[in-house]
């Protein structure tokens, strides 16, 4: 199957400052991403979808200049954490489908962001 | 509006004893359903999917699930659990473009 790399894979980084979040598609094209927070415990909520060469579409209530995601290639999407508080601290996944394939989509590793 | 409800939070099944999760969904139209599953501090790995061909999908590991549309449920089952099946479970429906996750369900297999 297709495989999508999430990098880095655990991150902490101090109040205030950025942290970028790397999710490559590693053997296929990705047209769209999508990343997901998942708080401990709880369902992957749907933050934006990602559409290489365009503007990230975000879901309400997801602040985006808190959250930046670019999708520069067809093999790469970052999501940056601007300012990152404590509360940001999180599990995020990307996802990415396949073109032509659109019923596939294939999840990365997952990255833990601790802000201290 | 669509959504998703997995009912158990938690299931607990002996080693070698069947597995049945159960995920029930609510859609205006003929839904794409997905079980995906989790380890600790990993991604999620598609188990199966149904996409209105077969009604009985088989998956990867021995699971598979079943559309029933008068029951409105993709319950997801396994005839014989093994330890290395102990995860988080995830029913998922909607087009990839927006998949609507259930709340998961984890699954713990005991000796």
């Known amino acids: 199957g297709a495989v999508v790399s999430q990098h880095p894979s655990r991150v902490i980084c101090k109040s205030g400052t950025s942290v970028k979040i790397e999710c490559r598609s590693l053997?296929?094209?990705?047209?769209?991403m999508f990343w997901y927070r998942q708080f401990p415990k709880q369902s992957l909520m749907l933050m934006a979808t990602?559409?290489?060469?365009?503007?990230?579409?975000?879901e309400q209530g997801v602040e985006k200049d808190k959250f930046l995601i670019n999708h520069a290639s067809l093999t790469l999407s970052t999501l940056t954490v601007t300012s990152a508080h404590p509360e940001d601290s999180s599990f995020y996944i990307c996802?990415?489908?396949?073109?032509?394939?659109?019923?596939?989509?294939?999840f990365g590793q997952g990255t833990r962001l601790t802000v201290v | 509006a669509q959504s998703v409800t997995q009912l158990d939070s938690h299931v607990s099944v002996s080693e070698g004893t069947p597995v049945l999760l159960r995920c029930n969904y609510s859609?205006?139209?003929?839904?794409?359903l997905f079980w995906y599953v989790q380890h600790p501090n990993k991604g999620l790995q598609l188990l199966l999917k149904?996409?209105?061909?077969?009604?009985l999908v088989k998956g990867i590991n021995g699971f598979e699930a079943e559309f029933k549309k008068s029951e409105t449920s993709f319950h997801l089952t396994k005839p014989s659990a093994h330890m290395s099946d102990a995860a988080e479970y995830f029913c998922?429906?909607?087009?990839?473009?927006?998949?609507?996750f259930g709340t998961g369900t984890l699954l713990a297999v005991q000796p």
């Open positions: 996802s990415a489908r396949v073109i032509g394939r659109n019923t596939e989509a294939f």
């Open positions: 053997d296929f094209q990705a047209t769209t």
């Open positions: 990602s559409n290489e060469g365009s503007k990230a579409t975000y």
């Open positions: 859609s205006s139209y003929s839904p794409s």
């Open positions: 149904y996409t209105s061909a077969a009604t």
């Open positions: 998922a429906g909607g087009a990839t473009n927006k998949l609507i």
